[in-house]
């Protein structure tokens, strides 16, 4: 039936041993692979939502809001903070910039402030 395997004791034991052990290491990667796609759903399920509005800040020590972006806008820098719906509406209203690539002006119905002078740091706080 089986006539490729060896035929004495010693190496039948040895290609047993070696399969076991390789069983044992598939079974290893097997549980660890399970392990880590538990943790990826998990924290995915667990993130949280991102804002709906952001204000992206200037460098210094007041940090001053430069523009206002939607909360998943890829243009917005690293110096950011969120922001409610209300609050992105003042910002807008009083002149603080809204980005040209995500238009939160539009999305907040707010597009006609092209003639208000710009916000100042002392304004925006």
């Known amino acids: 039936m089986f ?9 039948l034991h040895t290609l047993r041993v070696w ?3 390789w069983l044992q290491r598939i079974d290893a990667k097997i549980a660890a692979l399970t392990r880590r796609q538990a943790e990826e759903g998990h924290g995915r399920r667990s993130r ?3 804002p709906e509005w952001i204000v992206e800040l200037g460098i210094g020590d007041r940090r001053p ?3 206002v972006h939607a909360g998943d ?3 917005a820098g690293k110096r950011r903070r969120p922001v409610d719906r209300n609050e992105a509406r003042r910002l807008l209203a009083a002149g603080l ?5 995500c238009r939160p002006d539009s999305a ?3 597009t006609e402030l092209s ?3 710009a916000l100042t740091a002392a304004a925006a706080q």
Do not use: F, N, T
């Not at 006539?3 to 190496?11: G, I, Q």
């Open 3 to 11: 006539d490729d395997l060896p035929p004495d004791l010693d190496r």
């Open 19 to 21: 399969h076991a052990m």
């Open 48 to 50: 949280p939502a991102p």
């Open 65 to 67: 809001p430069l523009q």
């Open 73 to 75: 806008c890829y243009i």
């Open 97 to 101: 910039k809204a980005c040209g690539h």
């Open 108 to 110: 907040l119905g707010i």
């Open 115 to 117: 003639g208000r002078p």
